[in-house]
């Protein structure tokens, strides 16, 4: 049989939503085995986009976990990783598990403003122009990098 794309590439692989033929050029891993590129791009459009309620939803639920929980990032580098993690999880269950950019975006600068403001004001706290001092501080910055990035690749991958 020859592929329903490319009519000169003999194949003999079918699409498995559809039952097309696809050759190898048109295969896109999905599910449960191959896919032609239309029904791949169809099966993401439901997980990557969401309502703007789900947005808002989702922005609400990862800026409250991240103002709870932003002392994490600044103790240990394993408590980052869980910070950046349980605020990706906050993201995805306040948007109905949503995985698009808008999503990754909201996870990520929830985390990074979530650590910034519980670091900002222990340290105002502690005694004012340390503020920046510490914020520049390395560790603080891999923590902060290391939340940030685990929050979007959760929501991304997970």
């Not at 033929?21 to 997980?47: F, S, W």
Request: glycine share 12%; aromatic share 8%; with cysteine.
């Amino acid at each position: 049989m020859q592929c329903a794309r490319h009519p000169q590439v003999e194949t003999y692989v079918r699409c498995s939503k559809c039952d097309q033929p696809i050759c190898p050029k048109c295969m896109v891993a999905g599910p449960v085995g191959m896919r032609c590129r239309d029904c791949r791009r169809q099966n993401l459009d439901t997980i990557m986009r969401g309502s703007p309620a789900q947005y808002l939803l989702g922005a609400l639920c990862a800026f409250g976990s991240a103002l709870l929980l932003g002392w994490m990032p600044h103790l240990l580098i394993w408590l980052a990783i869980m910070y950046g993690w349980v605020v990706g999880e906050a993201t995805l269950r306040g948007s109905g598990r949503k995985r698009g950019l808008g999503m990754q975006i909201i996870a990520g600068l929830a985390a990074a403003v979530g650590a910034v403001v519980w670091q900002l004001g222990g340290a105002l706290l502690a005694g004012g122009l340390s503020a920046l001092v510490l914020l520049a501080s390395p560790w603080v910055l891999v923590g902060l990098g290391l939340s940030v990035f685990f929050a979007v690749m959760h929501v991304r991958y997970i």
